[in-house]
T-cell receptor
Framework: GAVVSQHPSWVICKSGTSVKIECRSLDFQATTMFWYRQFPKQSLMLMATSNEGSKATYEQGVEKDKFLINHASLTLSTLTVTSAHPEDSSFYIC???????????FGSGTRLTVV | AQSVTQLGSHVSVSEGALVLLRCNYSSSVPPYLFWYVQYPNQGLQLLLKYTSAATLVKGINGFEAEFKKSETSFHLTKPSAHMSDAAEYFCAVSDQGYSSASKIIFGSGTRLSIRP
């Protein structure tokens, strides 16, 4: 079956620094990857959609300069939280779509804490 | 634009009782519908999905859901709850299947608690 690996699973960083989160499709090629943010006891909010080799499409209200997304290959997408602040602390989850076979597969999430 | 509404942010049932989690959707085209389960500090696990084939969909862990177009519903059920079913459940919709333009939109989630 389809597996999406997300790293790191948790990270603590100082305010003002940048953090990179990786999302890899291990056994399939993901033409499209998605990044979600989840606050405690809330649902997943779609942040952006990234297609391999092109710029990401951000949802309304998401700062593209703060949340940099790169999808350089069919198996890897990265989310970089730039100049992180405590309000960026959240659970970030990626998802990969391969088309008709596996549909959408989710990573295990990254707990980001900014201190 | 598509959307889903999950009725009840918290559902509590006794072990062995019927589980019913409600989901209504809105979509301008035939939707793909999904139920996911999330355990604390973990990602999402697909329970089942409806992709325009059989309206009664059977998933993992004894869960099933029925697509009812007339009611725009996709409620999740399980005949007998287990303690291990305690988790957060999300209903989700995609209005373009798995096409290049499709994306999944999630409902607000329902926390399922199981009483001994």
């Amino acid at each position: 079956g389809a597996v999406v690996s997300q790293h790191p699973s948790w990270v603590i960083c100082k305010s003002g620094t940048s953090v990179k989160i990786e999302c890899r499709s291990l056994d399939f090629q993901a033409t499209t990857m998605f990044w979600y943010r989840q606050f405690p006891k809330q649902s997943l909010m779609l942040m952006a959609t990234s297609n391999e080799g092109s710029k990401a499409t951000y949802e309304q209200g998401v700062e593209k300069d703060k949340f940099l997304i790169n999808h350089a290959s069919l198996t890897l997408s990265t989310l970089t939280v730039t100049s992180a602040h405590p309000e960026d602390s959240s659970f970030y989850i990626c998802s990969a779509r391969d088309g008709q076979i596996y549909g959408y597969t989710f990573g295990s999430g990254t707990r980001l804490t900014v201190v | 634009a598509q959307s889903v509404t999950q009725l009840g942010s918290h559902v509590s049932v006794s072990e062995g009782a019927l589980v019913l989690l409600r989901c209504n959707y809105s979509s301008s085209v035939p939707p793909y519908l999904f139920w996911y389960v999330q355990y604390p500090n973990q990602g999402l696990q697909l329970l089942l999905k409806y992709t325009s084939a059989a309206t009664l969909v059977k998933g993992i862990n004894g869960f099933e859901a029925e697509f009812k177009k007339s009611e725009t519903s996709f409620h999740l059920t399980k005949p007998s709850a287990h303690m291990s079913d305690a988790a957060e459940y999300f209903c989700a919709v995609s209005d373009q299947g798995y096409s290049s333009a499709s994306k999944i939109i999630f409902g607000s989630g329902t926390r399922l608690s199981i009483r001994p």
